[in-house]
Every structure is written in structure tokens, then in C-alpha cells.
């Protein structure tokens, strides 16, 4: 377990943004939705045509920016677990804050809504050893 001083270190490492305009490199498809820091957006790389997500944030104060940024490096830190949403990458431009992530076409919410009758004992062990898996790799 790294120490407080070291995983601040790690965290600055991976908190780097790129400071180009975004819009240059990407196109907004559609509106996916909106969060308590921010709006997010289905958008399509113009290089190669990936179709990922933008969080869009528009930090409100200093320590509301520090906790987007610390967000992004932690998100970074853990890219090498499946279980974890991957940055694909991230820009601050008009002190605004753009992070590019997989896209997640689908939620959990979904399959449960779907099939709101009982589950089987082999999908309930497969979500919960997910969910463990991943509580085990942050922790």
C-alpha cells in the first residue's frame, strides 16, 4: 500500500491534461445525460471513428476542480483492472475540463428492468464476484 506522500505523487503523474481544443479531434453525436459535475456526451474521434464518451465539466470553485482532476487520476491509476472504466484521454481548455471514457452502451439497470423476475443463482454469483473483484483491486 503506497503512502499518503507517494499516492499524491502518483495522482499528480496521472492527472495530466492535454490544453488543445477538443472539438478538434472530436464530434458530438448525442446527449447521454446530465450529473451533479457534469454533462455527458456520446462523441466520435475524427481520426478513427471511436465512439466513446465526454464527461463535460465546468468546475464551479478550486476544490470542485481538484476533485475532477483527482477523479481522472484515479480512473487513470487503475486502467490496468477490467472492471474499471478506461480515460481515453483528457483536456482542460477555457477552464473547462473534457474527459474522454469508454463508453458504456449499457447498464446493469437495464438487464435488471429487463428481467425483474428471480435471478439464478450462477448470474447473482457472477455480478456479486464482479463487484468484489473490483472492490478488491480499489481497496
Not at 507517494?6 to 458530438?28: A, M
Not at 481522472?72 to 490496468?80: A, E, L, T, Y
Not at 481515453?88 to 475540463?97: C, N, P
Request: some cysteine.
Amino acid at each position: 500500500m503506497p503512502t499518503e506522500k507517494l499516492f499524491e505523487e502518483n495522482l499528480e503523474e496521472y492527472c495530466h491534461l492535454k490544453v488543445d481544443d477538443p472539438s478538434k479531434f472530436y464530434d458530438i453525436v448525442g446527449k447521454l445525460g446530465v450529473g451533479g459535475f457534469a454533462k455527458v456526451f456520446k462523441v466520435r474521434r475524427k481520426s478513427d471513428g471511436l465512439v466513446c464518451a465526454l464527461k463535460f465539466v465546468e468546475p464551479k470553485t478550486d476544490s470542485e476542480r481538484k476533485v475532477i482532476l483527482n477523479e481522472i487520476g484515479v480512473m487513470r491509476m487503475c486502467q490496468q483492472n477490467q472492471g474499471i472504466l478506461k480515460v481515453i484521454e483528457a483536456y482542460d481548455f477555457k477552464q473547462r475540463l473534457w474527459i474522454f471514457v469508454e463508453l458504456m452502451d449499457d447498464a446493469l439497470t437495464s438487464y435488471v428492468q429487463a428481467f425483474h423476475k428471480s435471478y439464478s443463482e450462477d448470474i447473482v454469483k457472477y455480478v456479486l464476484k464482479k463487484s468484489l473483484e473490483g472492490l478488491d483491486f480499489l481497496h
